[in-house]
Each structure stands twice: as C-alpha cells, then as structure tokens.
C-alpha cells in the first residue's frame, strides 16, 4: 500500500514538473513509429559482412574493428591563413607527414617488382606539391584536433578531413598553369588541397548536387581569400559530370573523378543520410554505373597526355577495381581512347610509415582502416590518356 502510495506521488510529481515545461518543448516519445526495425548502419553492418569477408578474408575482422571504431583526421594546412599555426601544430606532437617522407626518399630497400599491366615510374621518385602540407598525430595516438582558429582576415588555418583523402589530390600532381577539372568536388575537402599548390592555372569545380556546391562556396570562402576567388581562373558549377562529355572534351590536364560511394565508414556509423537506408536501395544500387559514367566522362574531359585520378571512400571491389576496368575497356571501345594505368606504388611505398595500404590490388592503391592508423578507407587509380 504504501509502495503505491509512493508511486502514485511520483507520477504527480512528474506531471508538476512536467507542466513546467513548455507545451512547445514537450517532446512525445514515437519508439515503436519513428525507430527503424532495421536502421540503416546495421543493414551496412550485414551487408559489409558478407562482401567484405568474402573480398578480404582473415584481414576483415581487424578493419572491421577500425571501421567501427574513431577515425583519425589529418589538418590539412591553409597556406593562405597568415598566421603560422604551425609551430602550434608541432608543439601538440603532430607532423606533416608529407614533409617526412622526405626521410624516406634515401631508403635503399625500395624495390617494386615489374607489373606487366601498369607502368613503371620509377626512373625518378613521384614529385609532390611542396605546398601540400597535411599534420596527423603519431601512429597508435588518438588524440583529436582543436577547431581550426580564424587569422585576422577570418580565414581558417586548417581543414581537419581524413588525412588519406589528401593522397589522390597528391598523385593527381598538379603542375604550374595545369587545367584541372574536380569533376565531384563537394563539400571541397581535396579542393582545398588541389588550390595548396599554388600552380592551378584554371580550376573548374562542379558537383550535380546544388546544396553540397552551396557548402563547396562556404567552404571556399572560410579558407580561400576572396580575389582569388573571384578571379577568372576558377569557375563553379552543378551539372551532372556524366554528361562532362559533352560539355568539354579533350580540356583538361588533370581531372580528379571522386565519386560518390557507399562511404563505408560513414554507412556504418551514422543512420543520417545512410545510402543502406532501405528508400535508397536503389540508389545504392546504381552506384557502380554512375562512378562508371562519371570516370568515363572524366577520362574525355581529360586533354591527350592528361591524366585522371579515380577515388572512392570504399573499401568494394565492385566500386573500385571493377569500375576501373570497365572504364579502361570502354574508353577504348567507345571513345577510342587508350589509357594507360600509373603505377602509384612509388609514390604509396612514400607514405608507408603513416597509412596501411592493401598490398594485393591489381589496380589502383588503397588505404585501409587499422586500429593504429585508422584512416581511410581511401581507393586511388591513375590513368594516363595516352590518345
Ligand atoms: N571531392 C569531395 C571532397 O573531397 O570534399 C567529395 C565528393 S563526394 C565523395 C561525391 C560527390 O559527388 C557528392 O558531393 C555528390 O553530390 C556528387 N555527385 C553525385 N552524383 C554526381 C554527378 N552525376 N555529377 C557530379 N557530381 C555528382
């Protein structure tokens, strides 16, 4: 009796404290309407589970770990902030890790074998921007970055993205008064990077979508000064890079095609905006043939002797290699196109000591999530057009 003497006051009390709050403000708990039986991230979970374990055998369950657990960023740094924030960056413990490799150009035990299918690089090392500079915390260290601070002008010192993302921006290698078309630029991570280099002479960025290029001119005005921005070397637009084609053929000398994909981390990760939402299947579905026709345009896009990027944030087989040789067969077929894959293991073999690279890809080079290194995933190919 007296237990529920006592219940009883407690749910008036409750009510009291209830009828505190604002009718506005009172939230009404939906459990069984609003919840997913199956929310997006678990259908990931399972859907990852089958494919990856079949692509990648015993190696699966470690980066499974490290998919699930949090990702490492890199800080991309803004050279066109005035304030040096670097002695800061270094004083927190981080390196730009592009800079180190430079210890790494001597080591005598770089050897890559012949492929008879890529071709070799090797008479030389790669060239990389010197202006590139991206910091990352030690190997095993979590440790996360403090928000970028503004300079006097309200320009960021630093973008904080997953620092593998840098890789495709740096293989693209860019070189003074180069054409470069970003064909999926949004929300503009390796643009950033792409403009570091200080040696674009043209720069078109375009994205289909019209609220992620919105975010692109945000992200650009928080970093880039503005007479930059308005100068005549840079144009933005939203088209479907599918039909890049048709718009300008044989322009550029280098093309970056990042290409929407599963993004695994974030599919596992987050039911936002989750492309394993079942609404989305059949997006998701479509995702190889689109990468394919956005690769294919790109290549067009590519001026004779320009050279493509492809990259991707997953770890698919189908997505990556796949589309790949799809693309190469079909730039031939229909295009009468010849390209020739980059041999990026050079240039992979640079970064060793920062990111864990699969060592059985055919073609392409691509980063893979460990616990100690937990960056990407990131997928990269480079192909050169040869007519
Ligand atoms: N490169 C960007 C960065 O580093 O911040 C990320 C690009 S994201 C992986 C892929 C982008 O492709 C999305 O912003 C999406 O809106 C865009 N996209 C999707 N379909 C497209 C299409 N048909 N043509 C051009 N862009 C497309």
Redesign the pocket.
Known sequence: MALRVDATLLIRKIRDLRSLTFRRYRVKEKWAASRPKHPPTSLAQQHFDVTYNTQLGQLWPSVRVALLSERKYGALLNHFCNDAFVEDLHSQGCTDFITVRAGLECDSEFEVEKRDDVVQQQSSLPHLSPNIKCFVFPRGDITRFKPARPDMSGLLSYYL?DAA?VLPCLALDVHEGHNVL??????????LALLQTQAIGFLCL????VS?TLRLRKVLHSYIPKQLLSQERLRITS????KWAGIEPNTYDRV?V????T?DRHSLMEDDNNIFTKSRTGERRQLPQ?QL??LLAGVVAACPGGEIVYS??TLSHIQNVGVVEQAIYLAQENHGIQLQVVDLRPFTHMFRNTFHFASDLHLGEMVVPHLAANFGPIYMCKLRRLT
């Open positions: 993205m993302s970003d064909l999926c630029a949004a929300p503009g991570g390796k643009t375009n994205d289909a979508s992620r088209f479907d890079g599918t970056l990042d290409v929407p994909c993004t689109l026709g956005l991707t944030c």
